[in-house]
């Protein structure tokens, strides 16, 4: 056990945070998205 | 001259974009300027300006946008909307993702953003516990939808002509 008994791998939950609370995680999560929107598409193009 | 056509590809996706900056529009203007804005406005007590004044009327013009735009954009693909929207065509399936992406936003107005923001603005009776609520609701809504904008704007310009060669090499 490490971390004071938190499991090693385990992510607490209190730390997490939602991308979209801040104006650069929603911007950044828009241009994740298009990413693999594009790349999906251009895969179901065979382009 | 095909007035058919005019109107159609010309006008109707004219109106199209119009009211489709106006939604993006006043939607980067709440998620960029007064959600900050109304924070501010909270501390040294003027946020009752933004909220009686401004906030209804932008709600007013972005949520009856959203309904242009989207009228606008399946009038554009008219009978080809179907094969669109479920990707039957090789060809239609940039602008389908762009589709759903719109179609998304759309819903998240009317069934989020809208109902939530009737109750913060107090168009409609709400507890103290519920207007909290509703602010959070109406809040991720929004924020969903500036994130979605970014791919839906990506897939309706490249969707078509030399952007859509220039993208996708089809």
Same mark, same amino acid.
């Given at each position: *056990?490490?971390?004071?008994?938190?499991?090693?791998?385990?992510?607490?939950?209190?730390? *997490?945070?939602?991308?979209?609370?801040?104006?650069?995680?929603?911007?950044?999560?828009?241009?994740?998205?298009?990413?693999?929107?594009?790349?999906?598409?251009?895969?179901?193009?065979?382009? | 001259?095909?007035?058919? %056509?005019?109107?159609?590809?010309?006008?109707?996706? $004219?109106?199209?974009?119009?009211?489709? =900056?106006?939604?993006?529009?006043?939607?980067?203007?709440?998620?960029?300027?007064? =959600?900050? %804005?109304?924070?501010?406005?909270?501390?040294?007590?003027?946020?009752?300006?933004?909220?009686?004044?401004?906030? /209804?009327?932008?709600?007013?013009?972005?949520?009856?946008?959203?309904?242009?735009?989207?009228?606008?954009?399946?009038?554009?693909?008219? !009978?080809?909307?179907?094969? %669109?929207?479920?990707?039957?065509?090789?060809?239609?399936? /940039?602008?389908?993702?762009?589709? $759903?992406?719109?179609?998304?936003?759309?819903?998240?107005?009317?069934?989020?953003? $809208?109902?939530?923001?009737?109750? +913060?603005?107090?168009?409609?009776?709400?507890?103290?516990?519920?207007? !909290?609520?509703?602010?959070?609701?109406?809040?991720?809504?929004?924020?969903?939808?500036?994130?979605?904008? +970014? /791919?839906?704007?990506?897939?309706?310009? %490249?969707?078509?002509?030399?952007?859509?060669?220039?993208?996708?090499?089809?």
């Amino acid at each position: *056990m490490l971390g004071g008994g938190v499991h090693p791998g385990t992510v607490k939950e209190e730390n *997490m945070k939602n991308p979209l609370d801040s104006l650069w995680g929603t911007i950044i999560s828009g241009l994740v998205l298009t990413l693999i929107l594009y790349c999906i598409v251009k895969l179901a193009l065979g382009s | 001259m095909d007035w058919g %056509a005019f109107i159609h590809y010309g006008l109707v996706r $004219w109106l199209h974009i119009l009211a489709g =900056v106006m939604w993006i529009g006043l939607l980067y203007y709440f998620n960029f300027v007064q =959600v900050a %804005a109304l924070k501010a406005a909270q501390a040294d007590n003027t946020a009752a300006g933004i909220s009686r004044h401004v906030a /209804p009327r932008a709600l007013l013009f972005f949520r009856w946008a959203a309904v242009v735009t989207w009228l606008a954009g399946a009038t554009i693909l008219s !009978n080809h909307l179907f094969e %669109a929207f479920f990707f039957q065509q090789k060809v239609y399936v /940039p602008i389908g993702v762009g589709a $759903w992406l719109g179609t998304i936003m759309l819903i998240n107005v009317w069934a989020l953003i $809208w109902p939530n923001q009737k109750k +913060i603005l107090g168009l409609v009776q709400a507890t103290d516990e519920e207007k !909290n609520k509703a602010r959070r609701t109406a809040f991720l809504a929004s924020r969903t939808n500036t994130a979605l904008s +970014i /791919p839906m704007l990506f897939f309706m310009i %490249a969707s078509g002509g030399v952007f859509r060669t220039a993208f996708f090499g089809t």
